[in-house]
T-cell receptor, first 113, second 112 residues
Framework: DAGVIQSPRHEVTEMGQEVTLRCKPISGHNSLFWYRQTMMRGLELLIYFNNNVPIDDSGMPEDRFSAKMPNASFSTLKIQPSEPRDSAVYFC???????????FGSGTRLTVV | KQEVTQIPAALSVPEGENLVLNCSFTDSAIYNLQWFRQDPGKGLTSLLLIQSSQREQTSGRLNASLDKSSGRSTLYIAASQPGDSATYLCAAFSSNTGKLIFGQGTTLQVKP
């Protein structure tokens, strides 16, 4: 089991550019979560999917953020246009069912300059 | 709204000490609670998962307890080692919202 796979590991981009973060959940897990981690706010849930359907996106900061899960093995988080305040580590996590714990990916460190 | 608090924010102990990390949550309607470890610049590694019906879970030198009625969980680390130095995060999975909410973490330093 390769775990939750995120790409890229690091991303540096200029303000105003589009950024796409990618996640491959563990095979068989039916829930996928996107979190953002900053020093000031800690870990915040942005959005989560159940069986590829977005269930709760109330944590998405603004319309510049969007997430998709076209199939059970792939999800993207897109920021357009990016701003310096979006700089953070973005984590993807997946889970098999409510009784089971979450497995996190290694994260994508985003820097917007 | 579920809020998770961890005390202390930072802890420094000499090697060999037994220590307790504290976690409190405001909404007792949790499905389970999970403890994670995060090394600097790394992702989160799951340590222990406690279901709401359980009182504690053990893995090696780690023991986590859960008291839903008081809204508290503790992580006990026995015979601490320098390799235990990391940030420890607790997260409560709310039955009401279906969300996993994290505390701010306790950063532990174990000195040789």
């Amino acid at each position: 089991d390769a775990g939750v796979i995120q790409s890229p590991r690091h991303e540096v981009t200029e303000m105003g550019q589009e950024v796409t973060l990618r996640c491959k959940p563990i095979s068989g897990h039916n829930s996928l979560f996107w979190y953002r981690q900053t020093m000031m706010r800690g870990l915040e849930l942005l959005i989560y999917f159940n069986n590829n359907v977005p269930i709760d996106d109330s944590g998405m900061p603004e319309d510049r953020f969007s997430a998709k899960m076209p199939n059970a093995s792939f999800s993207t988080l897109k920021i357009q246009p990016s701003e310096p305040r979006d700089s953070a580590v973005y984590f993807c996590a997946s889970r098999a069912d409510r009784e089971y714990g979450y497995t996190f990916g290694s994260g994508t460190r985003l820097t917007v300059v | 709204k579920q809020e998770v608090t961890q005390i202390p924010a930072a802890l420094s102990v000499p090697e060999g000490e037994n220590l307790v990390l504290n976690c409190s949550f405001t909404d007792s309607a949790i499905y389970n609670l999970q403890w994670f470890r995060q090394d600097p610049g790394k992702g989160l590694t799951s340590l222990l998962l406690i279901q709401s019906s359980q009182r504690e879970q053990t893995s090696g030198r780690l023991n986590a307890s859960l008291d839903k009625s008081s809204g508290r969980s503790t992580l006990y680390i026995a015979a601490s080692q320098p390799g235990d130095s990391a940030t420890y995060l607790c997260a409560a999975f709310s039955s009401n919202t279906g969300k996993l909410i994290f505390g701010q973490g306790t950063t532990l330093q174990v000195k040789p």
